[in-house]
């Protein structure tokens, strides 16, 4: 069983910045990839980045160049650092840990994008 907290969304104007942190209630290095989900209303839910215990990284094409996925092992955490953030950007964005005992979804945090 892995427990997720996400937190650092909150309301932004575009063009600003936003960080991401979800916690981990297991060490990092039982868990295959860690994965940024977002769903805006009325839309599927979809990958936004992850990253794998050895550091490869993948990006949704709509985010590459402005969003950046990372992780610290001795924390538990991986983060998402938003920059140039849009009002399409605004969703629920959503943590996933993908381990062995099974794949674990965070509560969410909600990112809104406006002016």
């Known amino acids: 069983q892995v427990h997720l907290v996400e937190s650092g969304g909150g309301l932004v104007q575009p063009g600003g910045s936003l960080r991401l942190s979800c916690k981990a209630s297991?060490?990092?290095?039982?868990?295959?990839?860690m994965g940024w989900y977002r769903q805006a209303p009325e839309n599927q839910r979809e990958l936004v980045a992850a990253?794998?215990?050895?550091?490869?990284?993948d990006y949704a094409d709509s985010v590459k160049g402005r969003f950046t996925i990372s992780r610290d092992n001795d924390k538990n955490t991986v983060y998402l650092q938003m920059n140039s953030l849009k009002p399409e950007d605004t969703a629920v964005y959503y943590c996933?840990?993908?381990?062995?005992?099974?794949?674990?979804w965070g509560q969410g945090t909600q990112v809104t994008v406006s002016s």
């Open positions: 996933n840990a993908n381990a062995a005992s099974g794949r674990y």
């Open positions: 990253i794998t215990t050895g550091g490869s990284t």
């Open positions: 297991t060490s990092l290095d039982r868990v295959y990839i």
